[in-house]
């Protein structure tokens, strides 16, 4: 029998962790994350962990894993996200061994993955054609590091670092926690014996996100903040995309600190990142980041939403235009974010509705991402008014039958 029915997974993992005696920092070093991570979760601030570390946690406390997670053990698979039916062919793609062989040229190389980037911002199902052209493309770009020589080595190696960025992407709120350290750790590598200045900024970029995910924020912060120094002397040379990357890892800093509760840092680090937005050419869109003036209201908006700030995020949101947002994906993203706040203002028919906007600009985007799931289970038994909304979307994007 659960003898703590009504409480909120981080309100049942704060009373398990004071009954066993233990500060945040303790089960924080037992387990692997920060005090500030402990806390984040004890607030319900971020979602739930996955299974493997509620194992973790449960051994760290010395109780039962099904009584620390009450019925969230029935719903931690819907909230998490499912796997995509293309995920097998990318899993055996990233952990194949490449022979050397004859390569396709570089210029060949990087025109199929400029289409193929192109594919994920424009394609509503964007998961679905990526994992269709990941398996080849994986293969022959890593045929091409291992095929040149020289200059042309090093520039096969940033196209690596490029084309496992896409790969994490499709592998984001899968079910393939060990392919995501995989591919960023492999991308870090490739960037640093290219050399190349915008292939570090890329590999950096994508391996602060993994770090920040796994609830060790000190690390994403200082791998971020490491980059970012590198490349700040480079940025002055009028190069458009490096300028771009380099603004980005500056908001990436501002997301880490507001995950952590940090007001003052997350602010001041999206205030860098808008001053190297406003240098950039108008219209000027960075391929793998997004970064770009139009989308700095929309890193506002998860700021504040990130800060539980929910007020200040929907104020945000009403100041900018989400169609303005290019990329189906990210638009579907930001209006993710949107529906956060509104759901956090009690505001249950704005975030209903805000989340059918992010379903019809991106299904695949919904249908993976931890926080729409969880707020349509949460207003399938919410008010009468959008229940019937919450089921049609819970319907759409797979959390019902």
């Known amino acids: 029998m659960d003898s703590l029915p009504e409480l909120t997974f981080g309100q049942r993992l704060k009373v398990y962790r004071e009954r066993s005696g233990k500060t945040r920092a303790v089960l924080g070093g037992l387990v692997g994350r920060s005090a500030e991570w402990v806390k984040a979760v004890e607030t319900d601030r971020i979602l739930p962990p996955r299974i493997h570390m509620l194992d973790r946690i449960a051994r760290a406390l010395k109780v039962d894993v099904s009584a620390l997670a009450g019925e969230l053990g029935d719903r931690t698979v819907a909230v998490n996200g499912p796997e995509h039916p293309t995920l097998p062919s990318v899993r055996d793609a990233v952990n194949r061994l490449v022979v050397p062989g004859e390569a396709e040229s570089l210029a060949g190389l990087g025109k199929r993955l400029a289409l193929a980037w192109r594919a994920r911002h424009l394609a509503s199902d964007h998961r679905t054609v990526l994992g269709g052209l990941l398996p080849g493309l994986l293969r022959d770009v890593q045929r091409a590091a291992l095929a040149y020589e020289g200059d042309e080595r090093r520039r096969a190696q940033a196209l690596l670092v490029q084309t496992l960025g896409l790969t994490q992407m499709f592998l984001a709120y899968q079910p393939a926690a060990e392919l995501l350290w995989r591919v960023a750790d492999r991308a870090m590598v490739a960037a640093q014996e290219s050399g190349d200045p915008e292939a570090l900024a890329c590999a950096g970029w994508f391996l602060c996100q993994v770090h920040r995910d796994a609830g060790d924020w000190d690390t ?174 819970a319907l759409k994007v797979g959390l019902l039958s």
């Open 220 to 393: 994403a912060m200082a791998v971020t903040l490491d980059v970012v120094s590198a490349l700040k002397p480079r940025t002055a040379d009028g190069n458009a995309n490096l300028l771009a990357l380099w603004g980005a890892l500056n908001f990436e800093a501002a997301y880490t600190a507001a995950r952590a509760g940090e007001d003052g840092w997350a602010w001041q680090y999206w205030d860098r990142a808008d001053r190297v937005a406003q240098r950039l050419p108008q219209g000027f869109y960075q391929d793998q980041t997004s970064f770009s003036r139009v989308i700095m209201g929309a890193h506002a908006v998860t700021v504040a939403v990130e800060l539980q700030k929910s007020g200040e995020a929907v104020r945000q949101a009403r100041r900018h235009d989400a169609a303005a947002i290019p990329s189906r994906p990210r638009r579907a993203r930001h209006l993710i974010e949107v529906a956060r706040a509104h759901y956090g203002k009690d505001d249950n028919e704005a975030a209903v509705a805000t989340l059918r906007q992010a379903y019809e600009s991106a299904p695949e985007t919904i249908c993976f991402n931890g926080y729409a799931r969880q707020i349509t289970l949460d207003l399938l038994d919410g008010p009468r008014s959008t229940r019937e909304d919450a089921r049609d979307l």
